[in-house]
């Protein structure tokens, strides 16, 4: 029940494929959805709020249906892209709007709405109307009325985007401090080393399909037929080189020899992490080769989705 | 007290609630949509355009035909019966609620700002009847305005006394008000029919003209399928029989009642089919 599940559910725009067969369980934490233009981030995001129906399979968020909206929109808070608000609104007014719908009354409206503002930081601009409001303003309001009725499940597709590096830095500080009082945060982002930063879990979807899921470690030692580049700086470094390629235990090395050094760096590329970790140690008990650093290359979520999703996502860390 | 009767009670008590808080919460949608709809910049061309009988009126005041005397009360009667008819209920309120009606969700859609209310814990049912009243209540205020404000400059050019004893001691109150009412009822009818066109179709002008077609050639159509329209029933309410022509196949008036019961049962099943729609309707911005 406090899970979001997604039970083979497909989603076809016509004849054309939004996503394909996904089977998804989402828990507490902060789950981000990675992948390049039109690999179904969104329509994920949208068929999760019951803004598109899903052609087959069923999803459920914290057991509610999602064709459901009285019990929905309860648990769930949508900053979606759609950077259009009704005319002459001002930020206040957006937000009070949107509660008066959930049935608070006057004085718990008002309470709301101020807390809400005061958590993206637009209290002072919160009477000025939203048309005049910059990119960063609107996504923040936006963010404000999503949070405003205290959602258990937030849904955010690019929330970063537009925003200054200050603000941008207050808003993951916010998404970190919701995840911490034990919401569903999803989010979907382009920009990777950030979603690297505050991500629990991350899935990678391309051209509709969900290629995994997991925590970024998990999800890189998962993928079995590439292999993994560890960054080993030592003082006999071609030495380590020969007795890794007597083992069988590497596929590549890339010595790099500080100048009129011993000491240098070896890229080593392997298929099996673990027993590469187990070589080293002994090799270098052996051989006393002193180790200054040894460090995995791409564990980060770029690699991995360089990995995973290709060249597509190249232009988009 | 037994645990059923208990239950009972209770689940009495919730469904009570319920109903208040639906009730709550539709009334919240009619507020803000009354706001959108009087102050949005879509209304604009509705106001000019209720104001279009008015302008005629003033300009016939303005420039008094000498053939057209408003002297016999009879003529005058039936002089206004024949514009309300043509000029304000089939044009002014027909198309003016065309516009404003189909609007209400194609306007949205147009403007990507549906999706703030399908975000909200709200039944799509309640949506779709927050909309309809809030149309309803400014399409009636607008047009049955316009309809007072000609009645009054229509009769003005008689002088203050005449129009006065027409008005309260003659039959004229009677006949202003079955026009308020015909007017109102007007924008009832159609705003309904128009509120499924915004939901069903990309462009709801090509089927809202053809509608315009049936209900203007609805004198010339057998009885039973003069029925089939909203003007028909509208009808039932002239205080003033007007001509229809040599052509018209005359059908017998359908009662007041009746009228009252048609236009309501077809506003219902017409809600219903709206409900049903936009229960499964998406939000993707695209078509």
């Known amino acids: ?317 | 007290m037994s645990t059923e009767v208990k239950v009972s009670l209770m689940e009495q008590v919730q469904s009570n609630t319920r109903l208040s808080f639906w009730f709550h919460q539709t009334l919240s949608i009619i507020k803000l949509e009354i706001r959108k709809n009087f102050w949005g910049r879509r209304i604009l061309p509705i106001y000019l355009f209720s104001l279009t009988p008015v302008a005629i009126f003033f300009l016939m005041n303005l420039y008094p035909t000498p053939s057209k005397s408003l002297g016999h009360p009879t003529t005058a009667a039936t002089i206004f019966a024949n514009i309300h008819e043509g000029v304000i209920v089939r044009t002014i309120v027909f198309f003016g609620c065309s516009w404003i009606f189909t609007n209400l969700f194609r306007g949205e859609i147009l403007d990507r700002s549906l999706h703030y209310y399908f975000l909200a814990p709200v039944k799509r049912e309640l949506i779709v009847l927050g909309k309809y009243f809030s149309g309803l209540i400014v399409s009636a205020t607008l047009f049955i305005s316009s309809t007072v404000v000609s009645l009054l400059l229509y009769y003005y050019p008689r002088g203050y006394e005449a129009s006065m004893q027409y008005l309260l001691a003659g039959s004229g109150l009677k006949q202003a008000f079955m026009y308020l009412v015909i007017t109102g009822l007007a924008c009832f009818g159609y705003g309904v029919v128009f509120l499924v066109l915004g939901l069903l179709f990309r462009n709801p002008m090509i089927p809202a003209g053809a509608i315009y077609g049936w209900e203007s050639i609805n004198f010339l159509l057998p009885p039973f399928l003069k029925k089939v329209s909203i003007i028909h029933y509208l009808n039932s309410f002239r205080p003033v029989p007007i001509s229809e022509g040599p052509f018209a196949i005359v059908a017998e008036p359908t009662p007041i009642w009746l009228s009252i019961t048609s236009l309501l049962v077809i506003a219902v099943i017409l809600l219903v089919f709206a409900s049903y729609r936009i229960r499964s309707m998406e939000v993707n911005y695209t078509d």
């Open chain 1, 1 to 317: 029940m406090n899970e979001i599940v997604f039970d083979n559910v497909s989603k076809f725009y016509g004849e054309i494929l939004g996503v394909n067969k996904v089977n998804l369980t989402i828990a507490p934490g902060i789950t981000s959805f990675v992948g390049s233009n039109g690999a179904g981030k969104t329509t994920l995001m949208n068929l999760m709020t019951g803004l598109l129906r899903p052609t087959r399979g069923k999803i459920t968020v914290l057991g509610t249906a999602t064709d459901n909206p009285e019990e929905l929109f309860r648990k769930v808070g949508y900053c979606s892209q759609f950077d259009s608000f009704p005319a002459r609104v001002t930020g206040r007014r957006l937000i009070d709007s949107f509660l008066s719908l959930h049935g608070y009354s006057k004085n718990r409206r008002e309470e709301m709405t101020n807390k809400a503002l005061e958590r993206v930081n637009l209290l002072e601009a919160a009477d000025r109307k939203v048309a005049g409001y910059s990119k960063g303003m609107r996504q923040r309001i936006r963010l404000a009325q999503s949070i405003a009725h205290s959602p258990s499940v937030l849904i955010l597709d690019e929330p970063l985007n537009g925003l200054d590096p200050m603000v941008r830095a207050e808003t993951i500080a916010l998404f970190k401090q919701l995840a911490k009082e034990g919401l569903h945060l999803i989010i979907s982002s382009h920009i990777l080393h950030e979603v690297d930063m505050i991500s629990d879990r991350v899935v990678f979807l391309k051209n509709g399909y969900l290629v995994a899921e997991g925590e970024v470690q998990g999800v890189r030692t998962e993928i079995e037929n590439r292999p993994m580049q560890i960054l080993v700086r030592c003082n006999q470094a071609s030495k380590l080189v020969a007795k890794l390629f007597e083992l069988n235990r590497i596929v590549e090395a890339k010595l790099q020899k500080d100048r009129g050094a011993e000491v240098g760096s070896v890229i080593i590329r392997t298929y099996d992490a673990d027993a590469f970790y187990r070589d080293l140690s002994q090799i270098v008990v052996d051989s006393s080769i002193a180790v200054e650093v040894i460090r995995p290359m791409d564990d980060d979520l770029n690699a991995v989705y360089q990995y995973l999703i290709g060249s597509e996502g190249e232009g988009q860390s």
